[in-house]
């Protein structure tokens, strides 16, 4: 008789507990991390900020840029990735709409500097070279 008690309860228990470790993991992927989070709440709408995709080959390139020039030792901008970070993407499209630009087709890399957009590798680098008088 405890036998049929016991092996219930303890298949029971194991349900349980994968159940709550399972929608443990859900809502950890779902949340953003609570500096991301503040950081967007507290950027000033003017702050440079840089959208790039991870495996993005005309990212690299920016990138490539930004290293060898020491660009980011120069000026102040933030790097968003958007690939696997849906917050970050929805701030490139609301970035993109304020622009006038279809927000169901942006690609990356994406500069917002304030008040424009800059759409590709060279005219971002342009502006980088702009700001950092290396033209």
Same mark, same amino acid.
Request: aromatic residues 10%.
């Given at each position: 008789?405890?036998?049929?008690?016991i092996?219930?309860?303890?298949?029971f228990?194991?349900?349980?507990?994968?159940?709550?470790?399972?929608?443990?993991?859900?809502?950890?992927?779902?949340?953003?991390? +609570?500096?991301?989070?503040?950081? +967007?709440?507290?950027q000033?709408?003017s702050?440079?900020? @840089?959208f790039?995709?991870?495996?993005?080959?005309?990212?690299a390139?920016?990138?490539?840029?930004?290293?060898?020039?020491?660009t980011?030792?120069?000026?102040?901008f +933030?790097?968003?990735?958007?690939?696997?970070?849906?917050?970050?993407?929805?701030?490139?499209? +609301?970035?993109?709409?304020?622009?006038?630009l279809?927000?169901?087709?942006?690609?990356?890399?994406? @500069?917002?500097?304030g008040?424009?957009?800059?759409?590709?590798?060279?005219d971002?680098?342009?502006?980088?070279?702009q700001?950092?008088?290396?033209?």
């Amino acid at each position: 008789m405890k036998n049929k008690i016991i092996i219930p309860t303890i298949l029971f228990t194991l349900v349980l507990i994968f159940s709550f470790f399972a929608l443990s993991q859900e809502k950890n992927k779902d949340q953003t991390p +609570a500096d991301e989070t503040a950081t +967007a709440e507290n950027q000033p709408a003017s702050q440079i900020i @840089l959208f790039y995709g991870d495996g993005c080959p005309h990212c690299a390139i920016v990138e490539e840029y930004i290293r060898e020039n020491s660009t980011s030792d120069k000026i102040s901008f +933030a790097q968003k990735e958007i690939y696997y970070n849906q917050n970050n993407a929805k701030e490139l499209g +609301a970035k993109a709409k304020i622009c006038g630009l279809p927000t169901d087709s942006i690609g990356v890399p994406f @500069l917002w500097d304030g008040e424009k957009c800059l759409i590709g590798d060279q005219d971002i680098i342009n502006f980088f070279k702009q700001k950092t008088n290396e033209q």
